[in-house]
């Protein structure tokens, strides 16, 4: 497979897009954001999945320049939408790979992307996952604070997979975590336990919490009864192209 020189040609022939999933506030269904994730439209072969290419494209290095057509994308789609539907509170959140966290460039890309977006900062998201952080704790905390300072929202994804405590992890400036979805799914019966215990330690450090994955209405209601205030699963939205966006957000708006 050539799948690293296809890369590269498709970054030059614009192939890559973003799919939007909403993140739904439990309370009352409501459209809180997006989460944006790279799709590879191949001329032949389709839709690739990012679990398909992602891989490759960080251990070339194409992710930086993947990473960074994401956020501007992810920023300029955001600050379309509102300025059609009136300055709505709505975010945007893209995922951040290892290699985009030790280029040094990184705090001031975010800061260009939000400025010529004309975005209002904390619109704006970056998600890292558990595991990326805990790679080189000193190095992150370093540029997650000067992500922080610019006004951006941080969310830790794939929050309990990493073997991390939370109160460890909150000398780092998130504000959100993102219940990994093996503990929505989980069918034992220290489920219950372990997502009341995440929902209200969260809280209690002063993080707001989306669950990932629940699949049904008993599921949601019961992460709504532990105080959890996000969900994002296939339920509540799948991943649709931007040229959806608008219309999901009319009907709302
Ligand atoms: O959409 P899908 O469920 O196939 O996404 C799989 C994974 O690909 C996601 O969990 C996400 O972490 C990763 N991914 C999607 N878009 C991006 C991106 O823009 N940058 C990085 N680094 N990862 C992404
Ligand atoms: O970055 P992260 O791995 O959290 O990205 C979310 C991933 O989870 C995306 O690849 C998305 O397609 C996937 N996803 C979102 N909702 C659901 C769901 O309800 N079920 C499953 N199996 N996957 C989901
Ligand atoms: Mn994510
Ligand atoms: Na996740």
Redesign the pocket.
């Known amino acids: 497979l050539q799948l690293e020189s296809d890369l590269r040609r498709a970054t030059e022939r614009k192939e890559f897009t ?2 939007y ?1 909403p993140i739904v506030r439990l309370e009352d269904g409501t459209v809180a954001g997006f989460e ?4 590879w439209d191949h001329p032949r072969r389709g839709s690739i ?3 398909d290419f ?1 891989p490759v494209a ?1 251990s070339c290095g194409l ?1 930086v320049q ?2 960074l057509f ?1 956020m501007q994308r992810a920023a300029e789609d955001l600050a379309n939408w509102q300025k059609q539907i009136g300055d709505a509170p709505l975010s945007v959140s ?4 290892s290699r ?1 966290l030790i280029r040094r460039d990184l705090v001031s890309d975010v800061r260009s992307v939000i400025a010529r977006a004309n975005l209002k900062p904390r619109c704006f998201r970056l ?1 890292l ?1 558990e595991s990326l952080v805990m790679d080189n704790p000193e190095q992150t905390n370093h540029v997650l604070s000067k992500l922080k300072q610019l006004g951006i929202g941080l969310s830790l ?2 929050f309990g997979t990493g073997y991390s405590s939370l109160a460890y992890l909150t000398r780092f400036p998130f504000d959100t975590i993102k219940i990994d979805k093996s503990f929505v799914d989980d069918t034992t019966p220290k489920r219950a336990v372990l997502l009341k215990s995440m929902v209200s330690m969260a809280h209690e450090l002063g993080l707001s919490v989306v669950a990932e994955g629940v699949a049904d209405e008993n599921d949601a209601l019961e992460l709504r009864q532990m105080g959890c205030e996000y969900v994002q699963s296939y339920m509540f939205g799948a ?1 649709i192209p931007g040229d959806q966006v608008l219309r999901m957000l009319k009907e709302q708006y």
């Open positions: 973003l799919a999933q944006a994730l790279l799709r999945p990012p679990s992602i960080e992710i993947l990473g994401a893209v995922n951040l790979s985009q998600e996952t994804d794939d991943p």
